[in-house]
């Protein structure tokens, strides 16, 4: 429900932003605010508290933000506390920015190794993920993880390729166990 939630949100304001030929100004605008609440939970507790009425959160989104972005974005955090739906802002948020880059095809990556990478190897595989995706820019991120043994796993949106030792160590164990179930 969640992600339906914040899909029909930052689907809202994605074709707005399209429609005006604004889609860098108001994905600039949609960072900005995300580091903003990330930084002040404060106003989050504010906002998300029972107590608090409603027009008093519009006033603040109001008083808050006004000025200091589009009258869009603001329009879109009011709407969001007017449907009670504060809890959902930070998965809306980032739902318009990957949607934002889908459309500018940014992919983003997160590459796994047991071992830090040069930056021949991450310029490579930068490179090899272009050359094999529909993307013409992509976004890296790298994590070493030791438990890989070797190999590497890497993940862009819900594809996952993993040519880690691990992997191939527990695939084979599963290959065993199969065959030890087969004779018996």
Known sequence: MAKLVAKTYAD?????????????????????????????????????????????????????????????????LNQIVVNNRYEETDGILAKFIEEVKEYKKTGVAYVSTPVALSDAQKDNIRRKLLDTTDYVEMEMNYEIDPSLIGGMRIRIGDRVIDSSISTKLNELARQLRRIQLNKI
């Not at 998300?48 to 000025?67: L, Q, S, Y």
């Open 12 to 76: 809202a304001i994605f074709m707005l932003a399209v429609e005006e030929g604004r889609v860098d100004e108001l994905y600039s605008e949609v960072c900005e605010l995300l580091r903003i609440l990330k930084d002040n939970p404060e106003l989050s507790e504010v906002m998300r508290h029972p107590g608090v009425d409603k027009n008093e959160k519009i006033a603040a989104i109001r008083n808050i933000f006004t000025g200091r972005v589009s009258a869009e974005v603001c329009g879109l």
